[in-house]
C-alpha cells in the first residue's frame, strides 16, 4: 500500500532513535511499530515570516491566556490526542518516550493558561538550530494560536535557524508555512543541527 514520505519502520521508539531520527529529518507518526516519515515536499515556517492576525495580536497583548513552557509536556500531549482522536497518530508509546525525550532536555511544550487551567498548548523538539513542531489542541478560541505566537518569539530569542512543520494543513498554511523540496530541508537540516555552540537550551 502506498504510504508517501514513510521511510522506514521500527519495532518501537526510543529516546536514541528519537534523537538520530530527527537529524536525519525522519519523525514518527505511531510507536508501536514506529512508522518513520520523511515527507516530499516538507512544510516550514519562516521565523521572520510567519502571519499573525490584528486580531490576534491584540488578544496577545491583552494577556487572555498565561503562558508558560515545559510545565506540563504530558498533559499537553495528552490533550492533543483527545482533540484529534479520530486522525491523531500520538498512541501510548509516543507519549511515553516522548516524555522521557522531553526528560533529556530535547522535547519542549507550550502550554496557555486561563484561571489555572491548561486550555491549549503545543509541543515539538528541539535538536541545536532546529525545531520541528509537532502538535496542538485549543480548549478555547485562541489559545492554541497564542502559544504558538509565544513560541515563534522563543525560537528567535534561541536563533533556530529551521521551524519544520513536517506537512502543510490550511491551519499552518494560514500561518504562514510554506513548501520545500526534501533535497532542500535535508541541506538546511544538516546545517542546523551542526551549528557550532549550539546545545540543549532551557526553556523555562
Not at 38 to 47: E, Q, T
Not at 134 to 150: G, I, N, P, Q, W
Request: glycine share 8%; with cysteine.
Amino acid at each position: 500500500m502506498d504510504d508517501p514520505g514513510l521511510v522506514a519502520v521500527t519495532k518501537g521508539l526510543s529516546t536514541e532513535s528519537l534523537l538520530r531520527g530527527y537529524t536525519a529529518g525522519c519523525f514518527p507518526w505511531s510507536g508501536r511499530p514506529a512508522r518513520w516519515y520523511c515527507p516530499d515536499p516538507r512544510a516550514i515556517f519562516d521565523l521572520e515570516n510567519v502571519h499573525f492576525s490584528r486580531r490576534l495580536l491584540r488578544t496577545v497583548r491583552k494577556g487572555a491566556f498565561d503562558i508558560t513552557f515545559d510545565t506540563a509536556f504530558r498533559w499537553v500531549m495528552e490533550s492533543c490526542v483527545e482533540a484529534h482522536q479520530e486522525s491523531c497518530w500520538i498512541d501510548s508509546e509516543i507519549i511515553e518516550k516522548y516524555t522521557a525525550f522531553h526528560k533529556q532536555g530535547y522535547a519542549h511544550s507550550v502550554e496557555a493558561w486561563l484561571d489555572e487551567e491548561l486550555v491549549g498548548g503545543l509541543y515539538g523538539v528541539h535538536i541545536h538550530g532546529l525545531f520541528a513542531g509537532e502538535s496542538m489542541f485549543s480548549r478555547r478560541t485562541d489559545a492554541s494560536k497564542v502559544a504558538f505566537y509565544h513560541l515563534v518569539e522563543k525560537l528567535r530569542d534561541l536563533k533556530v535557524e529551521l521551524f519544520d512543520a513536517q506537512v502543510l494543513n490550511p491551519h499552518t498554511q494560514s500561518l504562514g508555512a510554506f513548501e520545500i523540496t526534501r533535497e532542500e530541508f535535508l541541506a538546511r537540516l544538516a546545517k542546523a543541527v551542526q551549528r557550532e555552540g549550539s546545545g540543549i537550551s532551557i526553556w523555562r
